[in-house]
């Protein structure tokens, strides 16, 4: 059994420690303490009849929730941005377009970075090593420090990341829950030789209620000054809209929706839900992503 302790300074009402990490028992459970947020997170443990604590641990899915925040709000970001359809869409197990996300000036300088990114060797394979076994993808990544850690996004490119923070600060999804900002943001690099990300979700259902993580908002903000204009320049995010949960090739889609990588769009979608793939890529395709995970908000 673990050990359990009242901790010298605890952030809540009912917290304990136990081998480090802050919780509380609720029902018998112990849940995972969120002091940035104020809420239980994922269940850790139980505690046994006779008062002893089972704790079975924190994956690397949930040291991310722990490092995650409350997405700050920017009202003065959010021009063309509309929650409530935004909402209904992601409601709807769709995607929702953001098309004047970002002007022109901030996708050539974010591009720009991207472009010193990727010459520096900081893009790269091993980025994606640990999922493009699984899921068939053949991009270049690197994972972003957004609060000043090694290797640190640069400023234009942060830029456009805290407007997806200030999207999700201001929708209304999921019911009953509370989204968090990610303390990591994704860059990605599609080469113009046919590089692709085959058919997958952002998150897996594993049984009721057990999920792979904790990523529910899934948001992308395409950084490509030019192209994309033709069929021939491939790279479309493609959305298998209404797959069936088990389905991981789109055979039972109500519809597909295709999405250029056009410059100055974003693009959110839910993570859960939505099977997507990105078709291969003719021109060079560069891409910022923030996965945003949810804690219900039931106490």
């Avoid at 029902?27 to 704790?55: A, M, N, T």
């Avoid at 209404?242 to 055979?251: F, N, R």
Wanted: charge should be negative.
């Amino acid at each position: 059994p673990a050990a359990a302790r009242q901790p010298s300074s605890p952030t809540g009402p009912g917290v304990i420690e136990v081998e480090g990490f802050e919780c509380r028992v609720r029902d018998g459970r112990l849940r995972l303490w969120l002091p940035q947020v104020e809420l239980d997170g994922p269940e850790v443990g139980r505690v046994r009849p006779d008062g002893s604590v089972l704790f079975r641990g924190v994956d690397d899915w949930t040291e991310e929730l722990l490092r995650a925040g409350r997405p700050r709000t920017m009202p003065d970001a959010l021009q063309g941005f509309d929650s409530v359809a935004a909402a209904r869409a992601l409601e709807e197990g769709a995607p929702w377009t953001w098309s004047d996300f970002a002007s022109a000036q901030e996708v050539r300088s974010a591009h720009a970075e991207l472009e010193a990114l990727g010459a520096s060797g900081v893009l790269s394979a091993s980025g994606a090593r640990t999922t493009a076994a699984q899921k068939g993808r053949t991009d270049r990544v690197a994972f972003l420090d957004l609060r000043g850690g090694a290797p640190a996004c640069p400023p234009h490119c942060l830029a456009l990341l805290r407007r997806l923070e200030a999207a999700a600060a201001a929708l209304a999804w999921p019911p009953g829950s509370q989204l968090l900002c990610p303390s990591l943001g994704m860059a990605a690099v599609y080469d113009a030789c046919g590089a692709r990300y085959e058919a997958h979700r952002d998150n897996e259902l594993l049984g009721p209620g057990r999920w792979v993580n904790h990523r529910a908002l899934t948001a992308i903000a395409y950084v490509n000054p030019e192209g994309f204009e033709r069929e021939e320049d491939g790279g479309r995010l493609r959305c298998h809209v209404g797959a069936a949960q088990g389905d991981v090739s789109g055979a039972t889609a109500a519809r597909v929706q295709d999405i250029p990588p056009r410059g100055g769009t974003a693009v959110l979608f839910p993570a859960r839900s939505l099977l997507h793939e990105v078709l291969p890529s003719y021109a060079k395709r560069f891409a910022l992503t923030l996965w945003f995970p949810a804690v219900s908000c039931e106490c």
